[in-house]
């Protein structure tokens, strides 16, 4: 006699979305989420490996001026930073530029991960609202997760870390979508206030109760 079997499909892997203000941890919430079978797509990381290809000096070079290259003839992140969040024509010329090559990297990332079977793939995308009308990387997150962190800690965390000035955080994030829509449309939220065994405990949390391997 003999017996059949019959391989079930995987289920697709979760998608999950991190969202949070400048400096509130959302980088490391998103390595909690990822764990060790998951994946992380990092725009952030995408956009400075973009910022780096000689296609891209060669525009910033035209479009700027040799002013925001360094002596390497590379980006100069700090001098193009002082430059578009002085001017906001001069951020919506560079952003025209970045994102498109930063979205096709993280749709393509996204379409690899799923054929891999990293679950789950988190999307620490920094502008994930923002610009959802042209990425659409919104609606393929299965939940999203909203980083709360004081914005006393966030801006001396961003002085200590990034060596920007005190308030840049809260000027930069003006041009943002408000932080209480954010966590508004979030279903977890997780308080990066109390340490990292509070902040671990809490991620477990939220992965037990959608099945996530933690």
Same mark, same amino acid.
């Given at each position: 006699? &003999? ?20 400096? &509130? ?31 891209? &000096? ?55 991960? *799923? ?45 200590? *870390? ?13 041009? $943002? ?7 508004? *449309? /979030? $279903?977890?939220?997780?308080?990066? *206030? ?5 902040? $671990? ?7 037990? /109760? ?5």
């Amino acid at each position: 006699m &003999s017996t059949e079997t019959s391989d079930c499909p995987s289920p697709p892997p979760a998608v999950i979305g991190v969202l949070g203000g400048i400096a &509130s941890g959302k980088s490391y919430v998103a390595e909690l989420l990822a764990g060790s079978e998951g994946l992380v797509l990092n725009a952030d990381t995408i956009a400075r490996e973009v910022l780096l290809t000689p296609e891209t &000096s060669t525009w910033l070079a035209n479009s700027f001026g040799p002013q925001v290259l360094g002596v390497d003839g590379r980006a100069n992140r700090e001098a193009l930073g002082a430059l578009v969040f002085s001017d906001s024509g001069a951020r919506e010329k560079l952003e025209g530029w970045i994102l498109p090559v930063v979205r096709e990297r993280l749709r393509a990332g996204l379409a690899e991960a *799923r054929t891999t079977g990293s679950s789950p793939i988190v999307l620490d995308v920094p502008l994930l609202l923002e610009h959802e009308a042209d990425h659409g990387l919104t609606k393929e997150c299965d939940f999203l997760v909203y980083i709360e962190t004081d914005a006393e800690d966030r801006d001396r965390r961003a002085q200590e *870390r990034r060596g920007w000035s005190a308030g840049e955080v809260a000027r930069r994030e003006r041009a $943002q979508i408000p932080l209480e829509e954010k966590k508004a *449309r /979030a $279903q977890y939220v997780v308080e990066n *206030r109390a340490g990292i065994a509070e902040l $671990q405990a809490r991620v477990s949390e939220i992965l037990e /109760a959608e099945n996530l391997p933690h």
